[in-house]
């Protein structure tokens, strides 16, 4: 039974009102406790954010402090940041595992430009594009040499949004500083923060590759895919590759080519195509060979249109493509492969140079 004046009943209903009367010290209590655990909440994340940023746990120069270079052994996600801005490297590659197998020391062997493999496995055009702005906005004072972009199919879509399948650190490579700061309040960095500091404070401590190389056949034979006869037979089955955008427009295109502005003129664009098994080349005179045609005319407009660039097709029938001891899959091919279109790389370069 309710014994309170109305006055009192309706503060008592009212959501998240203290009563007026009986409990109000034990409300008290309450209430201190939750202002003090929000206020040790905001000093602990705050605290977590400066620390974090003063580390700059994945070396993306944005601390004031003066660290050691690189980064430890990682995923090429995370180790972008370092390796882009690194001003030793005037030549990047970028893309995926689709042209993962070109070394930068073959390229730089070839060519006498320092490369660094700017790749990130099962990445696409949104994540290679936010990847070349960051190498870019960091090779303003030593300006690039050449940029190599592995052009597959996934840069064949008519979405100018750019959708990308998995997680991606664009808050690593973000203009925004805000950005970057809200970026590192992530559970996996209360994780990575001590393994930076361990990485700072060691002189043992061992640092990722600086050129980002990363050969994946070891991990490929380590799955069977050299040997078990159903992976084998697989290689076999055609696929359509050819990216599925007959009519246009093609927006990655277009971003690129937007993106290479900021470059200058004289820095060489090299657009691969990557190889693929003969199984994956477009059947003549199918839609799937309409569409890698487009694809591909495309990508020759953009490279007909802005000085020092040039179109390296691989996707085209050629007697390597048909030798199925030279693929573990259908896009995935082996260094013998790779050491043949290091050599055309190396070659357009070459030419444009002249």
């Known amino acids: 039974m309710d014994t309170g004046s109305r006055e009192e009943n309706a503060i008592k209903q009212r959501p998240g009102a203290c009563p007026r009367f009986g409990e109000t010290r034990k409300c008290s209590r309450w209430t201190n406790f939750i202002a003090t655990l929000l206020a040790a909440a905001a000093l602990v994340s705050a605290a977590f954010l400066t620390v974090a940023f003063l580390l700059d746990p994945y070396d993306s120069g944005r601390t004031p402090l003066a660290l050691k270079e690189g980064v430890r052994p990682q995923g090429p996600r995370t180790a972008l940041a370092s390796r882009g801005r690194d001003p030793q490297f005037t030549g990047a590659i970028f893309g995926n595992s689709h042209i993962q197998l070109i070394s930068p020391e073959e390229l730089r062997k070839r060519t006498g430009i320092p490369f660094v493999s700017l790749i990130a496995p099962a990445t696409m055009p949104k994540e290679q594009l936010a990847t070349l702005d960051w190498f870019l906005r960091h090779h303003r004072q030593v300006p690039p040499k050449a940029i190599v972009v592995g052009i597959d199919q996934y840069w064949c879509t008519p979405n100018p949004r750019f959708p990308n399948e998995k997680p991606f650190p664009f808050w690593l490579l973000s203009r925004s500083t805000l950005d970057y700061v809200a970026g ?12 930076r ?7 043992k401590a061992e640092r990722g590759r600086p050129d980002g190389y990363w050969n994946y056949e070891a991990d490929y034979e380590l799955q069977g895919f050299h040997q078990r006869p159903e ?15 007959v009519d246009g ?7 690129l080519e937007e993106l ?25 005179d199918t839609p799937d060979a309409a569409a890698d045609a487009a694809c591909r005319k495309a990508f020759a407009d953009l490279a007909a249109r802005r000085p020092n660039t040039a179109l390296v097709d691989w996707r085209v029938d050629r007697p390597a493509l048909r030798d199925p001891n030279l693929f573990f899959d259908h896009s995935h091919y082996r260094q013998p492969i790779a050491r043949l279109v290091e050599a055309d790389i190396a070659d357009a370069i070459g030419k444009l140079e002249k």
Request: charge should be positive.
């Open 260 to 284: 290479m502005k900021s470059a200058p003129p004289e820095t060489a664009l090299i657009l691969v195509r990557p190889p693929v098994y003969v199984s994956a080349l477009s059947k003549p």
């Open 197 to 203: 500091f361990a990485y700072l404070t060691s002189k």
């Open 231 to 245: 992976l084998r037979a697989r290689l076999e089955e055609p696929v359509t590759a050819g990216g599925g955008n």
């Open 184 to 195: 590192l309040m992530r559970y996996d960095l209360i994780e990575e923060v001590p393994r």
């Open 249 to 255: 427009p093609f927006p990655a295109a277009t971003g």
